[in-house]
């Protein structure tokens, strides 16, 4: 039988999530520019919290000064940091949420003014003008992931999930398009995930077992290779050092785009793979209950919800509530928005999406 979206969801450090909904980590612009939490993040990601969310994830944050890549991105990387993130992991967990980080680093999307006009890359990326890291800097930025982990444990988090998707700089080692790299951290594919191995030891020896782990993918586009990714995924589903995988799909439907896989959908590209106690869960499209639940019974053991938190911050109980639930229609008010407690920034950030929020 398979999970039902209310069932506990017991995770491989002994952690058990009070149900199958996870916040999706979502870029809210909300936070000062030194990555300091501001009220507006605050309130938005504690409300997530309150309406239900068995894991409640922040949006990307900062491991280094120079790899932020967005305006109010919250921060992980400098001690200054530790008192809100403090409040925040307070607040969401006085509402027994389990509270994740997720830890990112933007690689050659990172922002000019933060990293002196020049991105770091696995290899040199004319279009960006990034340039390669020597193998100090990928030392480095190994030591501050670590660090950055370990700064969310002090502040109280329960967790941290590693952000190897989306084209930022864990993706781009793992892509064969991005990383030309002739040490051990390029070439083959076993290579080029090296540097993810190294932070997820680094974070569980330095933050124990109880601290929980996870890493989030891309199955495609970004450079990545699908089978790749599916053997990677395949060899983190296997590792006891992990907590979850969270595959991020874009749509839990679309059909795998590369040729080797034609007729399947990336979906169960993912859920094919043995697991031995790594749960796996994915975003893409998930706008109502009986969406959430279709991807369990299709061998997910959790769903990640982004849009359907947005609109409602009480997602998870209305859909554990009521099968029949249905996210509301898109466009909103921003009035709505204001009423879920999104931020001015927010808010903006939403309305740039094409029919997201009424005009």
Known sequence: MTAQLSDALPLNNGTELKNRFMLAPLTNLQSGADGVLSDDEYQWLTYRAEGGFGLTMTCAASVQHSGVGFPGQLGAHDDRHIAGLTRLAAGIKAHNSHAVVQ???????????????VPQCPSDDEETG????????????????VAAAERCQKAGFDGVELHGAHGYLLSEF?????????????????????????VIEGVNKRCGRGFSLGVRLSPER??????????????????????????????LT??????????????EIFTELP?????????????????CQSALDQGLDFVMVGRGG??????????????????????????????????????????????????
């Open 254 to 267: 679309k059909p795998a785009h590369d040729e080797e896989f034609e007729g399947q959908s990336l979906l």
């Open 310 to 359: 947005i609109l409602h911050h009480d997602f998870p109980d209305r859909a554990i509530a009521d099968p029949e639930f249905v996210m509301a229609d898109l466009p909103v008010t921003r009035e709505h928005l204001r009423q879920e407690r999104l931020g001015p920034p927010f808010i903006d950030y939403m309305a740039s999406w094409k029919g997201f929020v009424a005009d």
């Open 222 to 251: 970004f450079g990545q290779r699908t089978a790749e990714i599916r053997d990677l995924a395949g060899a983190l589903l296997i590792d006891e050092r992990l907590d979850y995988l969270d595959m991020s799909l874009w749509d």
């Open 103 to 117: 830890l990112q680093h933007s690689g050659m999307r990172a922002q000019p003014d933060y990293c002196s006009g």
């Open 174 to 198: 793992l892509s064969p398009q991005y990383n030309q790299r002739d040490d051990r951290y390029g070439g083959n594919a076993e290579n080029r995930a090296q540097i993810l191995w190294e």
């Open 130 to 145: 990034s340039k390669a890291m020597s193998d100090e800097q990928v030392q480095a930025l190994i030591d501050d992931f």
């Open 275 to 291: 697991r031995e106690g790594v749960a796996l869960g994915a975003a893409g499209k998930l706008y109502s209950a009986a969406q």
